[in-house]
């Protein structure tokens, strides 16, 4: 347990020491300020409909999805390609922290790293809510969906990473990977046979985001985000120690 | 102790080494010694459990590499080659954070780390960022790094590559000092650098073991004859019958003359033969003034050129010379007083201050 903190701290401390991590919040607040001017346009807008919550905006705009498909290759696309490229993994795996250790650590941080992204975002309901209701329920549900598709796409990266030794190559890698996730409601659309398209209709992520973002918090939808987590993870531990077969 | 058996490792179709074995005892240093692209790292790596062998096994102080690999980690402190570090941490930073990765306990880690630092040298730099050290300095972070946790067993891969010759100096002392308590192994290419601290070489070509022993074990079974350096000046100033008169002696082989210095000759000599009594008889009869005679065994340099050119029939300079090493190790007393004279003899020699360093 002391070696895979020590590998967390490691890892976060790494993060806010580089300026990569601050380009990328840079961005990111920048992108989510837009999502904020488009809520208060809204919300300022006399001919809105009264019962929709705005902030589906925040967890449903191109600009969510923007963030989304741009930052998480670039919170791990160093993780583990950097440390093949520098040698340092070769300490790592000699010391007696096991590979699965250190993938779940570095996982960790990541996903710490995600949060620390969108925490100022918090910011967004509470200033609205001293000149308006807030209704907290959609709001809670649509912070849920960006940590379930967050934690996704993250371990999605952190494979990416596994397997390259040149970051550029990682983040590529990620992106593709990522793009086949946004591609399954489309081959749903052409498959023939009900059953196909209820299968492929149930990882379209848009409409996950849809409905979290109006408080529906469906079970299997959270469950679809963690097995495929652990998927990508279990990945890339094998990646991992296939590596040193190879 | 670490206890290497039967160690395979193949990259595709590449056998990258081949059935290597070994056993190396608490306060014993083993150098891997072998031309680039030998095999060393890949054996080296095998030992410390980065690499899994194709076959054999590794058991560090009595704990299977492959069976209890949390366990046997523990014991061994590792310094790969390059030596890899966080350039984005400071020294003392990077030392805590090895020791919890290490897993040592918590009260341990901070006197750990104040002998390592000390024990390093490291103390002027402590709080310096890793980026900003010089070679030198990062070769001895990665090994108060390795010697942290107090390992059992270290393993050290090329540790004095790139470092200028007075902090190979300092390296050497310290992995002297590291090697009399603990299991040191290291790789090298540098022969001198065998010479002084290894008690016992293991000499790698193309992924074997080609030879086994002390240095001085090596040096006495090779298939070269020793050689004896005379500088002389005759009185009627030539040169040619001296080496006339030279290879009449009883026991030369060859002689030839020295081209840097004039009235220096060069003789070979059988192993067994000690011509250097005829040499001054000779001297004083012929009336040349002897100004040096001094005698050298084939150096463990010309050794391993012998070894690792030795193409086409790999078998028979390795059977040769594990026929000699169990010899050496029968006759290891007798010899030793033999092998001593030399060294002292050697500083005198010239090839001694062309140091590849």
């Known amino acids: ?246 | 102790m670490i206890e290497a058996r039967g160690l395979t490792r193949r990259f595709g179709d590449l056998t990258a080494v081949r059935d290597v074995s070994f056993q190396v005892e608490d306060g014993e240093i083993l150098g891997l010694l072998g031309p680039n692209g030998a095999g060393k790292t890949t054996t080296l790596r095998m030992l410390t459990g980065f690499l899994p062998p194709t076959d054999g096994s590794v058991t560090i102080a009595g704990h299977d590499l492959l069976d209890e690999p949390a366990v046997a980690r523990r014991e061994l402190g590792y310094l790969p080659e390059n030596v890899a570090l966080y350039p984005e941490m400071r020294v003392a930073e990077y030392l805590a954070f090895r020791a919890r990765l290490a897993r040592l306990p918590g009260r341990e880690r901070q006197p750990a780390i104040d002998r390592a630092i000390s024990g390093c040298l490291l103390g002027e730099v402590k709080d310096q960022i890793i980026g900003t050290l010089s070679k030198g300095y990062r070769q001895r972070v990665g090994l108060a790094a390795a010697i942290l946790h107090g390992p059992k067993v270290l393993i050290l891969d090329e540790p004095t590559v790139g470092l200028d010759p007075k902090q190979i100096i300092s390296i050497r002392e310290l992995i002297r000092d590291l090697g009399r308590e603990r299991t040191l192994i290291l790789s090298t290419h540098i022969l001198p650098e065998v010479e002084q601290l290894c008690q016992r070489v293991l000499i790698i070509d193309r992924g074997r073991v080609i030879a086994e022993g002390t240095p001085a074990e090596l040096q006495g079974h090779s298939d070269l004859s020793p050689e004896l350096v005379v500088t002389l000046v005759a009185s009627d100033g030539t040169g040619a019958d001296a080496i006339e008169a030279l290879t009449a002696l009883e026991g030369m082989q060859h002689v030839s003359a020295d081209g840097s210095v004039t009235g220096r000759f060069r003789a070979r000599h059988v192993r067994d033969a000690d011509p250097r009594e005829s040499v001054f008889r000779l001297a004083v009869e012929r009336g040349w003034t002897l100004l040096e005679m001094s005698q050298r065994r084939p150096s463990l340099e010309e050794l391993f050129v012998q070894l690792t050119t030795a193409q086409g029939e790999p078998t028979e300079p390795a059977g040769a010379l594990s026929q000699g090493s169990s010899e050496g190790v029968a006759s290891e007393t007798e010899p030793s007083d033999e092998v001593e004279p030399t060294d002292d003899v050697e500083p005198a020699n010239a090839e001694k201050g062309e140091d590849p360093q």
């Open chain 1, 1 to 246: 347990m002391s070696s895979f903190l020590a590998l967390l701290q490691r890892e976060l401390r790494a993060y806010f020491v580089s300026p990569l991590a601050w380009a990328v919040s840079t961005f990111f607040l920048f992108v989510q300020g837009l999502s904020f001017l488009m809520i208060v346009s809204f919300l300022s807008d006399p001919r809105a409909a009264g019962e929709v919550t705005p902030f589906v905006i925040l967890f449903t705009s191109f600009f969510f999805w923007i963030t989304l498909i741009f930052v998480t290759p670039m919170i791990t696309m160093r993780l583990v390609s950097e440390e093949r490229r520098s040698g340092t993994l070769e300490i790592l795996l000699t010391s007696p922290l096991s590979e699965t250790q250190m993938v779940l650590a570095k996982f960790c941080a990541a996903m710490i790293f995600w949060c620390f992204l969108w925490l100022p975002t918090v910011l967004y309901p509470l200033i609205i809510e001293r000149y308006s209701d807030v209704d907290w329920g959609p709001v809670s549900s649509g912070y849920l969906g960006v940590l379930g598709l967050g934690s996704m796409f993250l371990a999605v990266g952190l494979f990416g990473s596994s397997f390259a030794k040149n970051q550029i190559v990682a983040a590529a890698a990620t992106f593709a990977m990522m793009m086949v996730f946004f591609l399954v409601p489309w081959f749903g659309s052409l498959a023939t046979g009900e059953t196909l398209q209820l299968v492929f209709g149930y990882a379209d992520l848009l409409s996950h985001m849809e409905d979290f973002s109006k408080g529906i918090v469906d079970s299997r939808r959270l469950v679809y985000y963690l097995t495929t987590t652990a998927l990508f993870l279990f990945l890339t531990v094998r990646a991992v120690e296939a590596k040193k077969w190879r």
